[in-house]
């Protein structure tokens, strides 16, 4: 689907709009190739979340949980930052998280699921890192060097993280 758009946006914007060859390439140099390694690194950490399920560790950490009696507003938050240092992508920690602390949320007869949907989404977005392609896309089109996007980027996504975290956490509290 990618690459149907990418070729109907050659014509339409391109030769459609009287540019010739070069330019169009030149346009698609400077364009695609940021988009393609973002991609490639959101693909990589797929594979990775595959990996973790399919060789048991997503099993060993909810048996931990368990033995430890997380509450599932912690353990959301908790197995989401884990999915999403180790993948680099919050939609993969999201859904990973949700998979493995929805079941255990039911079994524990948890009465506010919209707070697990928050917890969750808080931890997906910690701590972003050179393994995550908002990080690269941050880094590449504000130029920033690494060491920038780290004091910026992801002091900020952890700041997001943590206080939406305490607000759930207090959410909680009031309900």
Not at 11 to 21: D, E, V
Not at 36 to 63: F, H, K, M, Q, Y
Not at 79 to 98: D, E, I, Y
Not at 127 to 144: P, T
Request: aromatic residues 10%; negative net charge; glycine residues 10%.
């Amino acid at each position: 689907m990618l690459l149907l758009a990418t070729l109907l946006s050659f014509w339409t914007l391109g030769i459609a709009q009287g540019f010739n060859r070069d330019s169009i390439l030149r346009f698609t140099q400077e364009c695609l190739a940021p988009t393609a390694s973002i991609t490639l690194l959101v693909g990589a950490g797929g594979g990775l979340n595959r990996i973790l399920v399919d060789s048991g560790v997503t099993n060993e950490i909810v048996g931990l949980a368990q033995d430890f009696h997380l509450s599932p507003l912690l353990m959301g938050w908790l197995f989401a930052a884990l999915m999403r240092v180790a993948t680099g992508s919050a939609t993969v920690a999201m859904t990973t998280a949700s998979g493995i602390v929805a079941p255990v949320a039911m079994g524990l007869g948890y009465p506010h699921p919209e707070l697990l949907v928050l917890a969750t989404g808080a931890g997906s977005v910690i701590f972003s890192h050179v393994n995550d392609g908002g990080f690269w896309l941050i880094k590449e089109y504000f130029n920033m060097t690494v060491a920038q996007t780290f004091k910026t980027w992801t002091v900020l996504e952890t700041l997001i993280s943590v206080i939406a975290f305490v607000l759930t956490l207090g959410l909680a509290q009031v309900l």
